[in-house]
């Protein structure tokens, strides 16, 4: 059974930094991207950034420049360095793993920036 896990949000004042971690267990075969996406009560999900496994990344434009996603694929893991936090980036945030034949889902990880 595949295993999507992330660690690292917590509380943060605005202007401050967190980083996420997602590791992907139990997967048959490669895994062709990872990403972060964020949602809010009521909001859809929605892409935070994402890369590939050859290395393309896709920022939303609402985090360029304050994140920076990176990956190892010999571990299947993927990073999260977010900085210059704001209010609205509060969230739970998802790790998404997407293999040939699957998308599989962490459990989300809350971040909560204070103003």
């Known amino acids: 059974q595949v295993q999507v896990v992330e660690s690292g949000g917590g509380l943060v004042q605005a202007g401050g930094s967190l980083r996420l971690s997602c590791i992907a267990s139990?997967?048959?075969?490669?895994?062709?991207?990872m990403g972060w996406y964020r949602q809010t009560p009521g909001q859809q999900r929605e892409l935070v950034a994402a890369?590939?496994?050859?290395?393309?990344?896709n920022y939303a434009d609402s985090v360029k420049g304050r994140f920076t996603i990176s990956g190892d694929n010999a571990k299947n893991t993927v990073y999260l360095q977010m900085n210059s936090l704001k209010p609205e980036d509060t969230a739970v945030y998802y790790c998404?793993?997407?293999?040939?034949?699957?998308?599989?889902w962490g459990q989300g990880t809350q971040v909560t920036v204070s103003s």
């Open positions: 890369i590939t496994r050859g290395g393309s990344i």
């Open positions: 139990r997967i048959i075969g490669s895994i062709n991207s």
């Open positions: 998404n793993a997407q293999t040939i034949r699957l998308s599989a």
